[in-house]
Nanobody
Framework: VQLQASGGGLVQAGDSLRLSCVAP????????MGWFRQAPGKERDFVAL????????YYTDSVKGRFTISRGNDPYTVTLQMNSLKPEDTAIYYCARTVSWSTRATDYNNWGQGTLVTVSS
């Protein structure tokens, strides 16, 4: 069962975007939801995660202070608010789920198609 990411687009440097990830069923408190991104020709890198029950979060250094991961307004959605976007943020963004506190893509499941974010300079 795949998670569905949306909200990507083409923006200019300094702009903001809000990505959403919808799960096919209720997200349980034991779940950890993560955002990853993959730029052309590069590996899929960790961006941010949130532990659903406690709302504890963790970010990769390059997005700290600019991106915010949070629970949506329903038990099916996790969002990624991206501010002060930079050209190096250009990538396909994916959401996924795990039950372990991990930044490794291999620990996550339920990958969807992703959503493309393009930041022009």
């Amino acid at each position: 069962v795949q998670l569905q990411a949306s909200g990507g687009g083409l923006v200019q440097a300094g702009d903001s975007l809000r990505l959403s990830c919808v799960a096919p069923g209720r997200i349980f408190s034991s779940s950890i939801m993560g955002w990853f991104r993959q730029a052309p020709g590069k590996e899929r890198d960790f961006v941010a995660l949130i532990r659903w029950g406690t709302q504890s979060t963790y970010y990769t250094d390059s997005v700290k202070g600019r991106f915010t991961i949070s629970r949506g307004n329903d038990p099916y959605t996790v969002t990624l608010q991206m501010n002060s976007l930079k050209p190096e943020d250009t990538a396909i963004y994916y959401c996924a789920r795990t039950v372990s506190w991990s930044t490794r893509a291999t620990d996550y499941n339920n990958w969807g198609q992703g959503t493309l974010v393009t930041v022009s300079s």
